[in-house]
Structure formats: C-alpha cells, structure tokens
C-alpha cells in the first residue's frame, strides 16, 4: 500500500548529520543518499509533500525512483571525529560539532553511498496557502526534528488540499481497495474520505484476520471453552485479550476460546484471569448466577503455557476497576 511523505528541500546544497547534500529542484525531482533515514520507503505511487524551513511547496505523487552508485563527502569534527556537525552562517569558527567543539574546517571523509532520484514533475502541484509548515509538522506519524524524509497522516492534511491537490489524494484513495470492501456499509458521519477508507479496511482485516484467529487458538487449545469446558463449536468464539482495535494483535497469545456470553462478559470486565495463578475471577455480581462454579476454577491452557502473561495482567487491571460496576 502506498505511503505519504513530506520531503524536506533546501535552496542550495542540503547538509546534514556531517554530510554534503545534493542539489534539489523542488517542482520535478528529490535526490537523497542511503544515508537519510526511510531511504527505501519511497515507492512509485506514494505522495509527497514537498517543503522548505519556512513553507509547504507542493503536493506531487512519485512517479519513478532512480537508483544509483555515487560518492559523497562525508563530514567530521577534527577533534571528536563526530558527524553530528553544523556550519554556522554568523559565528565563527564557522563549524561547531556537538559535543561542542569549534573549528574553520571539518575533516573530509569521502564515502560510497546509493543514490535515489524521486521523481515527479507531471503531477506537481502548489498547495493552498491553509496548508502551513505548522499543521504539516502535525500530521507527520513519528515526528523527529532530524529526519528529511517524514511520514505522514493525509488524513489530517486532507482539509487543507483543494483542486490539482484533491485529485491527487482522490487518486491515492482510490487505490486503497481490497476485495469485500462492496459489502460493507459506509459511514455517513465520517466526511474525511481517508478516514472512511480506513474504517473499511480496518473491518475487512478483522473480519479476515478472526477466522485465522480462531483458527490457531482451536489448534492450540482444542475446541473448548478455556472457562467452561463447553465444546459445541457454533458457541466457542475467539476472544482477544488486548482489545484489537488497540492492539491489531492476532497472535495466539493475545487470544482466549471463550463461549460466546462468557466472551462477553470478558469483554465487559466482568470477568478477569489472574496473571500469575491463571485463575478465573468474576464480578461479584455474577455470583448470584450459575457463573459463580467458575470462580476461582483453573484456566485451561492444556500442555501449552497458555496465553501471553502481560496481555492478561492488562486486562486484569482492567477486571479489577470494573469491581464495583453493576452487572
């Protein structure tokens, strides 16, 4: 599935972490090295935002990448040998390192590295004004004050596009499609079009992933509630202990086979698994019921070591908050 970046771009030569950099031209091309960090995340079809220090240039989607073989200079404190190096355009010595060393030249280290070309001409496209370095700077995914190549969240961009723009994130939505996606419903209140895509594919992955689920629990475990003991097959449903909507974790020690009103009061915090015993507890107000004979009883793992322990201390945090809740 393709990605959205934003790429930082500098009139001039690019420098950073000790090495000279390559000269851009913002509206066609991105060069970059095997040095800068997602070097091999840029794809064919992924978005780029384009930016410098001070604006968001322009929106392009990536139509080829180039790669080759080159040499660059690579630049070092002659002190401390650092990369980690700063040309000062006011202050002398000219250099500073971070360790906080000064000097008038860096030492020269020439390296071999791989060089990519983005390139994006036919579909660059400027962006409205709306769209500042300040909310680009909100939606990058893992924000790092280093890094040149960003990843992003468009969905949180999406408000701001408009005309050559939206055609692109049109484009991008429209090959965020998988088979199964007609049979589910849309959602009228989500307006951000990224975000309804998401939720489809979000359900379709789940209700994919929880047959597979069920699947290895079953060869784990047998066909039994793990609670009960109850077998008939229709009833023994696949419960996750993370919920998976936080998680997205379908491995096997994330799971428990519980039947389908036990899987629900689990579910609830009405009932807990003692992380360390692996002993069912339930909420006081299920004792007035037939729930009570399993209080207390052994979860079945059978010759395996059971489910994942940190995975039930989770919820057992969660079982005990719910103590006091009316059933």
């Not at 000062?88 to 791989?114: I, Q, Y």
């Not at 961009?157 to 429209?174: I, M, N, Q, T």
């Not at 849309?186 to 789940?206: C, M």
């Not at 629900?264 to 107000?285: E, Y």
């Amino acid at each position: 599935m393709n990605r959205v970046w934003s790429l930082l771009t500098i009139d001039g030569v690019r420098q950073y972490g000790g090495n000279t950099g390559y000269t851009d031209d913002p509206e066609a091309v991105y060069r970059y090295d095997s040095d800068v960090a997602n070097h091999l995340q840029i794809q064919v079809g992924d978005v780029v935002f384009v930016r410098s220090r001070s604006e968001v240039l322009g929106v392009a989607e990536i139509e080829s990448v180039v790669v080759g073989a080159g040499q660059k200079d690579r630049l070092r404190c002659p002190h401390c040998k650092a990369t980690n190096i700063k040309q000062r355009l006011t202050m002398v010595p000219r250099w500073a390192c971070k360790s906080g060393h000064h000097f008038d030249e860096p030492l020269n280290e020439p390296v071999a590295v791989s060089t990519y070309e983005a390139r994006y001409a036919s579909s660059f496209r400027p962006v409205p004004a709306e769209l500042t370095i300040g909310r680009l700077n909100e939606a990058v995914l893992r924000p790092s004050d280093q890094m040149s190549i960003k990843e992003m969240d468009l969905a949180r961009l999406e408000p701001f596009l408009g005309g050559g723009a939206d055609a692109l994130l049109r484009r991008y939505v429209s090959r965020m499609t998988v088979p199964g996606e007609a049979n589910l419903a849309q959602d009228d209140s989500i307006k951000s079009v990224i975000a309804q895509r998401r939720r489809v594919l979000r359900e379709i992955s789940l209700r994919r992933g929880q047959k597979q689920f069920r699947d290895r629990l079953v060869r784990r475990y047998g066909l039994r509630c793990q609670i009960s003991g109850y077998g008939f097959a229709a009833a023994v449903e696949a419960a996750h202990i993370r919920p998976y909507a936080s998680s997205e974790d379908n491995g096997v020690g994330n799971g428990l086979l519980l039947r389908s009103d036990l899987h629900t009061l689990f579910d609830l915090g009405f009932v807990g698994i003692d992380p360390k015993r692996l002993r069912i507890s339930f909420n006081p107000a299920c004792m007035c019921t037939s729930y009570k004979e399993f209080d207390g009883a052994p979860l079945f793992v059978g010759c395996t070591t059971g489910p994942d322990r940190g995975a039930l201390a989770q919820h057992w945090e969660f079982f005990q908050s719910c103590l006091s809740s009316p059933l």
